[in-house]
């Protein structure tokens, strides 16, 4: 391909070749560390994002306490509630009826109230 491009060039063109290149400047080396730099910000950037989880993280220990009482809390209540339910039930029952007042002092009707002295 070069051979067909030089033999379409006018032989009194002159070649032409490519430009020199400049020497690189020689630098002084720098002063500033810029691995160390690096490191240092990468540091501090990881430490503000720990910082930044730190209060949801509280958050979520002081939920969670708190929903743990609040469920043996629930606990607590739906059993008084059972043991409730369970006497209002019993309530209109002619048995535990005649039982408290029997618990009272009071007497069928017909029956004589015997009381039984030094019985301790």
Avoid: C
């Avoid at 607590?76 to 209109?92: F, I, Y």
């Amino acid at each position: 391909m070069a051979a067909r491009a030089n033999a379409l060039r006018s032989p009194a063109a002159p070649r032409r070749r490519p430009a020199r290149r400049k020497p690189a400047a020689r630098r002084s080396p720098s002063r500033i560390k810029w691995d160390r730099i690096g490191r240092i910000a990468l540091t501090v950037v990881l430490a503000a994002v720990l910082y930044s989880y730190l209060n949801p993280a509280i958050d979520f220990v002081k939920t969670y306490t708190a929903t743990t009482a609040a469920k043996e809390k629930l606990h607590t209540l739906l059993h008084e509630n059972k043991h409730l339910h369970r006497s209002v039930q019993s309530a209109d029952d002619p048995i535990v009826v005649d039982r408290k007042a029997r618990a009272m002092g009071m007497v069928a009707e017909g029956e004589t109230p015997v009381v039984i002295r030094g019985l301790n």
